[in-house]
């Protein structure tokens, strides 16, 4: 698909690069933090008309995209919603429950590419605006070597305040993408960087081989003004139906996709035979 072939141990005096993906609609084909609104009202973290609300507002999103206004609205709404939720439980949900959610809308086209970066020997770094809570489990899964997401403030309570410590959005992108590259000594002329959005231009400005991924109307203008490479991300996947095609069975992402998967399916068992016995199914 893409011209990605480098392989930094043949080079050895080339300095380091990195693939930087944005998340939503760029790696998974919906927004994660809002994916996993079902398990949230069955956990009991939200009520029925929170589960419709965020319905709406997913539905908005992949209709048509999220512009600045549209983004600071879902900023505002999220903070708000999460504020008292134990962290902990946050982390168990998205754990019992990353599977049969997220697994299913990855995009085949960029578990390839994360694929071929790592074969070319590039890291692979998941920048997105979700919570730290959900995007570091799909970075494992994923297999990434790093993860830059929005952080909340927790409370000496171990709950959410509703508070951000850290948002990961626009120029924050970019910013951190160059803070990385000068502790991990990437060269950005030789990095790439994924989006679907126009609020990541300046993230996809900052590196060498910007693509548009399933761009907005804003973000399609920028990117042909730009004559930046436009990619249709069209086809999800499931993991477990592309592990007996990798070449390498031993690396990072089969490795992280095995672990959490036993973890999941642990960890679901136990929650599912306690509260919802009924219904008991293997994750």
């Not at 000068?182 to 993230?203: F, I, K, N, Q």
């Not at 990798?246 to 959490?260: D, F, G, N, Q, W």
Request: glycine share 6%; net charge negative.
């Amino acid at each position: 698909m893409l011209e990605l072939v480098e392989n930094p141990s043949l080079t050895p005096s080339m300095p380091r690069a990195a693939a930087f993906f944005d998340l939503d609609k760029t790696v998974i084909a919906k927004s994660s933090t809002l994916t996993f609104s079902k398990s949230f009202y069955q956990g009991g973290l939200i009520n029925r008309r929170a589960v419709l609300r965020t319905a709406y507002t997913q539905f908005v999103f992949l209709a048509g995209g999220a512009d600045h206004d549209q983004m600071e609205r879902m900023r505002e709404y999220l903070s708000a919603l999460c504020r008292g939720w134990n962290v902990q439980q946050v982390k168990e949900l998205v754990a019992e429950t990353l599977h049969d959610l997220i697994d299913p809308i990855i995009y085949d086209e960029a578990a390839s590419l994360i694929e071929e970066h790592h074969t070319a020997g590039r890291d692979v770094v998941i920048v997105s605006t979700s919570g730290a809570e959900v995007v570091e489990p799909i970075g494992e899964l994923l297999g990434a070597d790093r993860v830059v997401a929005t952080r909340m403030v927790v409370g000496d309570d171990g709950c959410f305040t509703g508070e951000i410590e850290y948002y990961a959005y626009g120029p924050t992108k970019a910013e951190a993408v160059e803070e990385l590259a000068r502790t991990e000594g990437y060269d950005l002329s030789r990095c790439y960087a994924y989006s679907d959005s126009a609020t990541d231009v300046p993230m996809l400005s900052a590196v060498g081989h910007p693509y548009a991924v399933n761009p907005d109307r804003a973000l399609r203008r920028e990117a042909i003004a730009r004559e930046w490479p436009i990619l249709d991300f069209h086809k999800p996947v499931r993991l477990k139906q592309r592990l007996p095609h990798l070449s390498a069975p031993s690396r990072p992402a089969l490795a992280a996709a095995v672990a959490i998967g036993a973890a999941a399916a642990t960890a679901g068992l136990v929650w599912y035979a306690s509260q919802r016995r009924a219904r008991m199914r293997p994750i």
